[in-house]
C-alpha cells in the first residue's frame, strides 16, 4: 500500500507522538536537516519508498518507549549548534539555555576571562558559551570518561578550543575562574518523574534524598576556586531556588538571585563571590 508523507506524519500523531516529533523522525529518516520542517509540507504528496517506512517503524516504535529524539537521531541542537548525543550523556534541555543566557550577560564580548562548566555531559553549555565568547578560556569538567568522550567529540567536530578534564567536581582544577557554571544532577532520589527518564544515565540526574548533595559539594569548593568578583551559576529543579540561595547565603555569597526559564520556572540560581 502506498503511504503519503502526509499520511504517515498523521499516523504518527495518531500513535501518540507529538508533531514536532514526528517530523523530526521523518526528517532523519529521510536523510535531511531537522531544520528543513518547511520540506515536509511542500513534499506532503510524496510516496515514502519502502525503505524509509521500514526505518520510520523502527524509529516511531523507540519514541513511543519513551527514548529522546535526540539519542535515536543522535544530535540535538543547543543554543545554535548542533551536538552529537548518545546514552552516555543526559539530552540537553532548552531549559538549560536560561544558564548560558545569564552566563553571557557577566561575560563582556572583549575580555579573556576564565570559565569553568562543571558536569558538561556533552558539552553543550561550555561550547555554547566558547562560541559566544572566543576569547574566554573555557574549561569543561565531567566526573564520566564516557561523557567527557561525547564533549570531547563535539568540540573537536565544532572547531572550538575548548579544555576537557576528568575530575569529581573541582577536585583535579584548581582555578582560579571568573565565572563557574553547572547543570549538576539535582533529582531527588526515588523521584516519581525517574520513571519517564529511564533511557538517560542515572549518576547524571540524582544527587541525594533532596536532590541538592552535589549543590552542596559545589558551593562548598567554589570559594576557593573563584577569584574575587567571580560569579557562580547553578541550574536546578523546579522548586529548589530558595534552598539554593539559601546555600549560596551561608557560604558568604553576595548578590545571591534566581532567574526564570521561558515557562516562568525559578531554574537558575546565582551569587557572586565578594571582592
Not at 561525547?150 to 579544555?163: E, S
Amino acid at each position: 500500500m502506498n503511504t503519503t508523507l502526509a499520511q504517515s506524519l498523521q499516523r504518527a500523531q495518531t500513535l501518540g507522538l507529538a508533531r514536532i516529533d514526528a517530523q523530526l523522525l521523518h526528517l532523519h529518516a529521510l536523510g535531511r536537516a531537522p531544520h528543513d520542517r518547511a520540506w515536509l509540507l511542500t513534499h506532503d504528496s510524496d510516496i515514502l519508498p519502502t525503505e524509509v517506512r521500514q526505518v520510520l517503524e523502527k524509529l516511531l516504535q523507540r519514541r513511543l518507549a519513551g527514548e529522546p529524539i535526540a539519542y535515536i537521531t543522535g544530535h540535538k541542537e543547543f543554543f545554535g549548534l548542533r551536538l552529537q548525543v548518545d546514552t552516555r550523556v543526559l539530552d540537553p534541555r532548552p531549559d538549560t539555555e536560561t544558564l548560558v543566557e545569564w552566563a553571557l550577560e557577566l561575560l563582556p564580548l572583549d575580555q579573556p576571562l576564565r570559565v569553568l562548566d562543571l558536569g558538561t555531559g556533552s558539552g553543550a553549555v561550555a561550547l555554547a558559551l566558547q562560541h559566544q565568547r572566543p576569547n574566554c578560556s573555557v574549561t569543561a569538567v565531567d566526573a564520566s570518561a564516557d561523557a567527557l568522550a561525547v564533549a570531547r567529540a563535539n568540540a573537536q567536530r565544532l572547531q572550538l578550543p575548548v579544555q576537557c578534564v576528568l575530575s569529581h567536581w573541582m577536585d583535579e582544577v584548581p582555578g582560579p575562574f571568573e565565572l563557574i557554571v553547572s547543570n549538576p544532577p539535582y533529582v531527588a532520589d526515588g523521584d516519581p518523574h525517574l520513571a519517564a527518564l529511564t533511557h538517560e544515565p542515572l549518576q547524571a540526574l540524582t544527587s541525594g534524598t533532596d536532590g541538592l548533595d552535589d549543590i552542596r559539594k559545589i558551593i562548598q569548593q567554589a570559594p576557593s576556586r573563584l577569584s574575587p568578583g567571580g560569579w557562580l551559576l547553578l541550574e536546578h529543579g523546579w522548586d529548589q531556588a530558595s534552598a539554593v540561595q539559601a546555600l549560596l547565603g551561608e557560604a558568604g555569597f553576595e548578590q545571591v538571585q534566581s532567574r526564570q526559564d521561558l515557562s516562568g520556572t525559578w531554574r537558575c540560581t546565582g551569587g557572586q563571590k565578594p571582592h
